[in-house]
């Protein structure tokens, strides 16, 4: 199974099309949206090309092939117009030999590891807007950063995942 990770999408109808191209053309089986699907928040300008409902439209006919994880800007009112599930704070999944920790990065983080994470695993979250890639302590660190709302001059990316293998990938 190939996996492809985007997050922080935050209601950009251009970058979840670039995000829908990337992942057609990865031949991945899954998206997997790290959360903030439709909203900016607060705290963050409006995307360049803010339009949730396009995003709507782009993501719902995908619903079968995407896993996704509630961000600190989606609500129960996102659910209910998104036909595939995005309330779960995580997701843990096994590729290959190796244990992936799923989150969107605001309930845990890399400071607030939850229990059972081990030297070995990846822990995957968002959040942060800052594409990443790091070892700590024996864990990896992976972080796609965000394509519509990028910060500390990271550049908009994503990650693949197939056989225990994980890759950040910056949008071509």
Known sequence: ????????LHGDSYWTRRAIDAFNSSGADKMILLGDILYHGPRNDLPAHY??????????P????????RGNC????DQMVLDFPIMSDYIELVSGDTAFFI?????????????????GDVFLSG????ACDVV?????FMNPGSPSIPKEE?????????DGMASLIPFG
């Open 1 to 8: 199974m190939k996996y492809f990770v985007v997050s922080d």
């Open 103 to 119: 989150t969107h990065g605001h309930v845990y983080g890399p400071d607030k590891l939850p229990k059972g994470i081990k030297n």
């Open 74 to 77: 989606d609500a129960e009112v």
């Open 127 to 130: 959040h942060t807007h800052v």
């Open 154 to 162: 990271t550049k908009p990316s994503y990650i693949l995942i197939e």
């Open 136 to 140: 700590r302590d024996g864990i990896r």
């Open 62 to 69: 995908l619903a079968d092939s995407i896993l996704a994880v």
């Open 51 to 60: 339009a949730p409902k396009e995003v709507i439209a782009l993501l719902n």
